[in-house]
């Protein structure tokens, strides 16, 4: 590979103001005609360069912005066609196997775009996939953020934005699952009803309010197709302007690197290249949707029938997003209270109702939870690597164990049905597995981001393994340490570190006196759990020490002490590194790295 | 290139390794080798050039391919247009998508740019400047000396706010106690109506139910309703009749004139949230709902064994008319369906009544 370097960072074109290039070049025609009205040249001038860094994981957002597109897209093709009403009709349409039976005409017209529609079907099924692509991207953009600490300040809002379109995209895509009036959707709605139903005190008359009066009523399909079609796709839609033009506003945040800092943003400018990755990209997302829409079978109705209140299918799911409120319902144990005539069930309400609350609650609040524990009033715009906000990370991940397990007991009859297991044992234990499963992958998650911590720290400090055992005369085995490039010991030592918030101090963090009072001791305690088990990072002083030490084992390697391990307490920096300090004693800590 | 609006102030804190600054630019195969540049260029207009004839290929098969063409794949058969729909189009799509990002990958300049950012926050200047212009607008509107216009403005602007919510009171009929009564606490069950088949609504007749059998019924004057009602009368009426052996099932008291020798009659409609139940074990006399997997012990007055649900199916009274057929003795006793707020549950049966 032709691998030259031409030129570095110092001498990196810093774009600020973006200075006319050639000063003469006049406006096309059609262009000035544009600018003379609207301004273009303005906008065009501060955005048209406007960089934006590079990286796998900001295409994520990408994904559900581009899925979003395919369904606007999709979804105005099928309104073409598609009738919203519960009306009776005969069914009269070229599939043979449901002729004359009395269905919908929501039923009848969702058949006529399976059969009778050139490219019905396909678009029927690139709307179902889309949707599902949609919430999945989402939902995996927003761990992204998450785990990176994306949505710190200044960037709360735009988390709080991205909460709300994530709630607001299980609407919609229930709605749409709701409105071919199958008899799945139906078995769906029948869920909703009860769900609706088991609000204490206002249960009925929303019941009553939303289905029209008693279930299934003949308006909640039209009612639900107005809320799939214009109220939720409309504030989507304002959302997700918003949401962008925060992005714009903030710039995209980065990864730490060399030559990243938090006052600049390194990458590619919008035009040409972001727009071409951009653009070429969303072709992809939707070249792979069509290809599922053709390739791949989604929600067959005519196999599931038209809608039957006395019917249902063994098996029945709903989409995979709803799965885990679906599991909660499922393993919640009876309760139900009575008292003086009236009735409080709770083994529906909390489920369905208080979980979802629960989740989004929580999502919204976490930004602001995390700086008061922190203390952190700082802007961030460099990302965190997970493993340096260990607690962080392993809440997260104890959040996706918890939903993993709610989402497996979704599924606890096909569980029972395929591998042959006891459909009660598998209830009682997901019962137990939603509330211990997350706590043993908390634990688990944050030994192992520490011990990344460690390792990071040891590779700044000693470099890396040189790859060649060597045995000393006496028989000690050592390997040897190559010094770290000097980018690479930036990155892993970049991290800003937060101290511990001690109880009543009268200044925070960054060392700013408080106004009111000093910290809590709950506060303080909080902080000390969030933050109190990091691995101290290197200091300039550790680093300059063991590079010291270095340069004196690379001869050491034949005495046998050149891979020391390093015993805790030098890993939590309370000791100086001790690389190379235990000679002799290579045969059993040679190799050994925490 | 510098600005004094920068985010953070010292974005160095904490560093124990000074920013060695971005790494060296390392150009690519194809900025240094003429021919692997001008391969990149062609297999990117290649790729281009398959898709016109992908969307030709699409056109043809939406006029020329029966709709009821079919490709068969062995284990599963295909529908000829949408398969071929799908893949002209997807193809087509990710080919243009392909090309462009091949494009700004391997042909536009990879050089990174940097750009300084700027605090989301306005300078002081702004924001004093701002609080100047809000405190002369309110100077201007005399809100100061006439204090109460605010609360009235308030007040009015909230007061409006009712009439627009009373407008959304018909969006469904008010469950009051009354209504309540003919809908939610009613079925069309009623003294003498016939148990149908809900297969081929036919009466049926205790002889023809073996001990273990179960079988989905209806309300014979369901056939009298269509549209909406039917269906709204078909979610609370729905029954499963079954046939036990007497002598291993337990009858309270209560209950010793709802069944015909063994045959009983429950609800259809789970008491969890409404799913039809259908799972039968002959064995145990469990019943299982597939949506929740709640577990009804039929032998024992539809109590609750397993699951989310809370309360007992609800029996239906059956006895056999003059011509020798199931018939109702009467309406449920007891609300059918998933709890409502309003529900007296204290009528339910409950394991150990008689």
Not at chain 1, 234 to 254: D, F, N, R, W
Not at chain 2, 303 to 318: C, D, E, K, S, T
């Amino acid at each position: 590979m032709m691998a030259n370097p031409t030129r570095i960072a110092s001498t990196s074109p810093v774009l600020e103001g973006q200075p006319a290039p050639s000063a003469n070049r006049e406006m096309p025609g059609a262009v000035k005609w544009a600018d003379d009205r609207i301004g273009l040249a303005k906008i065009g001038r501060a955005g048209l360069r406007k960089v934006f860094p590079d990286h796998w994981s900001f295409l994520l957002g990408e994904i559900a912005l581009y899925s979003f597109i395919v369904l606007l897209l999709t979804g105005v093709f099928l309104t073409i066609w598609f009738k919203p009403s519960m009306a009776e009709i005969e069914y009269d349409g070229s599939y043979q196997l449901l002729k004359g039976m009395p269905v919908s005409e929501a039923f009848a017209s969702t058949l006529n775009i399976s059969f009778d529609v050139r490219g019905g079907l396909l678009v029927r099924q690139i709307h179902h996939w889309a949707a599902l692509l949609f919430v999945a991207a989402a939902t995996v953009h927003m761990l992204r953020v998450f785990f990176t600490g994306a949505f710190r300040k200044p960037r709360e809002v735009n988390w709080l934005i991205g909460v709300g379109l994530l709630s607001l995209s299980l609407i919609a895509g229930f709605a749409g699952y709701s409105l071919p009036d199958d008899l799945l959707s139906g078995t769906g709605l029948r869920f909703v009803d009860g769900l609706i139903r088991s609000i204490p005190i206002i249960g009925t008359w929303a019941e009553f309010f939303v289905f029209g009066g008693e279930y299934p009523g003949d308006i909640l399909i039209p009612r639900l197709y107005m809320v799939h079609i214009l109220l939720v796709p409309g504030i989507l839609l304002g959302l997700i302007s918003a949401h962008l033009a925060l992005v714009v506003y903030h710039k995209h945040t980065q990864y730490p690197g060399p030559g990243r800092t938090e006052n600049n943003v390194v990458g590619y400018p919008l035009f040409p290249v972001y727009a071409a990755k951009a653009g070429g990209f969303f072709f992809i997302v939707f070249g792979f949707l069509v290809l599922m829409g053709g390739l791949f079978q989604i929600n067959p109705v005519w196999i599931y029938g038209p809608y039957d209140p006395a019917k249902v299918t063994a098996g029945s799911q709903p989409d995979w997003y709803m799965g885990w409120v679906e599991g909660a319902i499922r393993i919640i144990p009876a309760l139900e209270t009575h008292i003086l005539g009236t009735t409080w069930t709770w083994s529906v309400f909390l489920p369905g109702v208080g979980l979802m609350g629960v989740l989004f609650t929580g999502l919204g609040l976490w930004p602001f939870i995390e700086q008061w524990i922190t203390g952190d009033k700082r802007e961030h715009h460099l990302l965190d690597r997970p493993r340096n906000a260990p607690t962080r990370t392993a809440l997260g991940v104890a959040g996706m164990t918890s939903y993993a397990m709610f989402w497996l007991a979704g599924g606890n009859d096909i569980i029972a049905t395929r591998f042959a297991l006891d459909l009660n044992a598998i209830t009682v234990f997901m019962r137990v597995a939603v509330f211990v499963a997350p706590v043993i992958a908390f634990i688990i998650t944050k030994r192992l981001m520490l011990s990344l911590q460690r390792a990071d720290r040891e590779r700044a400090l000693h470099g890396s393994e040189d790859g060649v055992i060597v045995r000393s005369p006496d028989g000690g085995y050592s390997e040897g340490h190559l010094p770290l490039s000097h980018e690479e010991q930036f990155l892993l030592t970049q991290h800003l570190q937060h101290r511990v918030l001690e109880p009543g101090a009268e200044t925070d963090a960054s060392g700013v006196r408080r106004k009111k009072g000093g910290v809590s001791k709950l506060r303080a305690r909080l902080s000390r759990w969030y933050l109190g088990h990091d691995i101290a990072k290197p200091s300039a002083a550790e680093l300059a020490a063991a590079a010291h030490q270095g340069s004196h084992s690379a001869h050491a390697v034949e005495d046998g002490h050149g891979a020391a391990g390093v015993d805790g307490a030098g890993i939590n920096g309370i000791e100086g590194p001790r690389h190379g300090a235990d000679a002799g004693h290579g045969p059993e800590r040679a190799g050994l790295h925490h | 290139m510098s600005h004094d609006n920068l985010p953070v102030k010292d974005p160095d804190l904490g560093h124990s390794v000074p920013d060695p600054g971005l790494e060296p630019h390392v150009e690519r195969y194809t900025d240094v080798d003429k021919g692997a540049g001008n391969r990149a260029y062609a297999a990117i207009l290649m790729m281009l050039a398959a898709v016109p004839v992908l969307a030709i290929a699409f056109v043809v098969i939406y006029f020329a391919v029966p709709r009821d063409a079919y490709i068969d794949f062995g284990l599963l058969k295909a529908n000829a247009q949408n398969v071929g729909f799908g893949l002209t189009g997807g193809l087509a799509a990710v080919l243009i998508g392909v090309a462009v990002i091949q494009w700004a990958r391997v042909l536009m300049s990879d050089e990174e740019s940097v750009e300084l950012r700027h605090a989301a926050s306005s300078t002081d200047d702004d924001r004093a400047a701002v609080m100047g212009l809000w405190d002369d607008g309110v100077e201007q509107s005399s809100v100061r000396r006439r204090k109460l216009l605010l609360g009235a403005l308030g007040g009015a602007v909230g007061i409006s706010l009712v009439p627009a919510v009373v407008l959304l009171a018909d969006m469904g009929p008010h469950p009051t106690a009354r209504l309540r009564e003919e809908t939610l606490e009613r079925t069309i069950w009623a003294e003498g109506i016939l148990l149908l088949n809900d297969e081929n609504w036919l009466p049926i007749r205790p002889e023809m139910l073996e001990v273990g059998q179960l079988v989905n019924a209806q309300p014979a004057n369901l056939r009298d309703l269509h549209g909406v009602e039917a269906h709204q009368a078909k979610a609370k009426a729905a029954i499963i009749v079954v046939r036990m052996d007497p002598n291993s099932i337990k009858v309270p008291e209560s209950r010793k004139d709802w069944h015909v020798s063994g045959i009983l009659a429950y609800s259809k409609i789970c008491t969890h949230v409404g799913c039809p139940i259908s799972l039968w074990e002959r064995q145990t006399h469990h019943l299982l709902c597939p949506c929740h997997q709640s577990t009804f012990d039929l032998g024992n007055s539809g109590v609750v064994v397993f699951g989310p649900a809370a309360r007992a199916l609800p029996q239906l009274p059956i006895t056999v008319n003059a011509d020798g057929y199931l018939v109702a003795q009467s309406d449920f006793t007891v609300p059918v369906g998933p709890s409502y707020f309003e529900r007296d549950s204290s009528q339910d049966f409950k394991d150990g009544d008689q």
